[in-house]
C-alpha cells in the first residue's frame, strides 16, 4: 500500500501504483472528501491524483 522514505531528514510517503487507481475510483463514485477519509489519506492527496489523471487523457 505504501512505502515510507526518508528525504533529507524527512519521512516521506509513497503510494503503490494500484492503490492510487482505486483510491481514484472510490473518490469517483462517493467523492474524494469521503474516499479520503475511508482510506485515511489526505483529501489534497487525492485530489492531485485525480488531477494527474486528467492530464495522462
Do not use: C, H
Request: net charge positive.
Amino acid at each position: 500500500m505504501l512505502l515510507l522514505k526518508q528525504y533529507k531528514g524527512e519521512e516521506t510517503i509513497q503510494y503503490e501504483k494500484s492503490f492510487k487507481e482505486e483510491a481514484v475510483k472510490l473518490s469517483d463514485d462517493i467523492g474524494v472528501k469521503a474516499a479520503a477519509t475511508r482510506l485515511g489519506i489526505p483529501d489534497y492527496t487525492l485530489s492531485a491524483w485525480r488531477n494527474n489523471r486528467k492530464i495522462q487523457l
